[in-house]
């Protein structure tokens, strides 16, 4: 089962240039059934309730933002994850562009 976010009601602001996702050798990560580059960039989403800074990771090519765009972000895909006595939420989008016109309210 996929978890996906709704985005629509929320502004999402590039706060990091996107970045190579590298594995513990320092080399690009790359998707498994399509051999396409990961990227990470890190976020601030912020709602009515608040804000958190989020790390996105997408496949092909490298995202077109910079730090200060609000973001377009297509299929936001939560993944939650445990490993050795640690836990967390993984975030995966198809997608990330500026989006044009005014941010959300």
Request: aromatic share 6%.
């Amino acid at each position: 089962m996929k978890l996906y976010v709704d985005t629509t009601s929320k502004q999402v602001t590039a706060s990091k240039d996107p970045e190579p996702k590298n594995d513990q050798n320092g080399n690009q990560k790359s998707e498994k059934n399509t051999g396409r580059l990961m990227w990470s960039t890190q976020v601030f989403v912020l709602d009515e309730n608040g804000g958190e800074v989020i790390t996105i990771t997408t496949a092909g090519e490298k995202p077109s933002v910079k730090v200060g765009d609000f973001l377009a972000v297509e299929q936001l895909e939560a993944i939650p994850w445990a490993t050795n006595g640690r836990n967390g939420v993984a975030f995966r989008a198809v997608s990330l562009k500026p989006k044009t016109g005014s941010p959300a309210k």
